[in-house]
């Protein structure tokens, strides 16, 4: 008995010492500020952007908004105009871009080197769909569900295609953004965002968006398929990105991944950026 009570004792004391060890370090960070401009062109949408200082991570303040630039906007070699400054570091011009047209922005702001970034409109994706017949899963005679699968057909065009998918689902009134893709596979499919998890069908699952290449199908139409359920209402979004908005998606969910991950030590992604002088996108 007197042994047993020594240990407890022994742990005890052991515990104390450790715990009189622990040491709180704040490190501070300290980084140049830089102007980071963020906007994607979409030819369904009028072109909006938001302009932002830069602060190191150490710094748990408000981010600067930049209110006070001017934004001109270039297409196709001419000058068209300038963005509005609608407060908060936002800006915005009523039009819509044009698909296959090339893009420029230049940003002067007081302070600041001149910010450049330049991007090429891909044309809208073409993509077909079709739903299939309901299928029923007995699974005793207590419990059954329903699903159907939807084909999706990609019909690809001519030149380097960079194809992403996203889907939405609504169900209690609400829309849900899909975080994951598991009853589906292809060789065409980037394993980037791939997960292994033994629950999901094929044993792993695609995190947020599915990327999709077009080497091996080019100039003609690719397939797959993805499983739902009838009760739910399913928005499926296909897009095809420029070079620069494909890097800078790739690189936040890689980062995003790492977020949600259970390793302690990720080593941190590097935000892909294509503004000259400056941080963000413009894609």
């Known amino acids: 008995m007197k042994y047993y009570r020594g240990i407890i004792i022994l742990y005890c004391v052991l515990a104390v010492i450790l715990y009189s060890c622990e040491k709180e370090l704040k490190t501070e960070i300290q980084v140049s500020p830089k102007l980071c401009f963020n906007c994607i062109l979409n030819p369904d949408s009028i072109i909006q952007g938001s302009l932002s200082l830069s602060q190191s991570i150490s710094i748990n303040e408000p981010i600067t908004k930049i209110s006070d630039a001017i934004i001109e906007l270039n297409k196709d070699g001419q000058i068209i105009d300038t963005l509005e400054n609608v407060g908060n570091g936002k800006y915005r011009l009523n039009i819509k871009p044009s698909s296959g047209s090339l893009y420029k922005i230049r ?28 299928e029923l899963h007995v699974i005793n005679e207590y419990y059954s569900y329903s699903t159907y699968q939807t084909t999706y057909t990609i019909h690809d065009k001519p030149g380097i295609n960079r194809y992403w998918n996203y889907t939405k689902s609504k169900f209690n009134d609400k829309w849900h953004f899909y975080g994951g893709y598991g009853g589906i596979d292809s060789p065409f499919f980037d394993d980037f965002n791939k997960e292994i998890d033994a629950t999901y069908e094929n044993g792993f699952f695609y995190q947020y968006y599915l990327r999709i290449n077009d080497f091996g199908f080019e100039g003609r139409s690719f397939s797959f398929k993805d499983t739902y359920f009838p009760e739910h209402v399913i928005e499926s979004f296909f897009l095809d990105a420029d070079k620069h908005y494909d890097k800078y998606l790739k690189s936040t969910i890689k980062q995003m991944m790492n977020d949600g991950g259970s390793l302690l030590f990720n080593e941190p992604i590097q935000i892909y950026s294509n503004i000259e002088n400056g941080l963000g996108i413009f894609g």
Do not use: R
Request: net charge negative.
């Open 107 to 134: 940003i002067i702001s007081k302070e600041f080197p001149v910010l450049f970034a330049s991007t090429m409109i891909p044309e809208k994706p073409d993509v077909t769909y079709q739903n299939g017949e309901l």
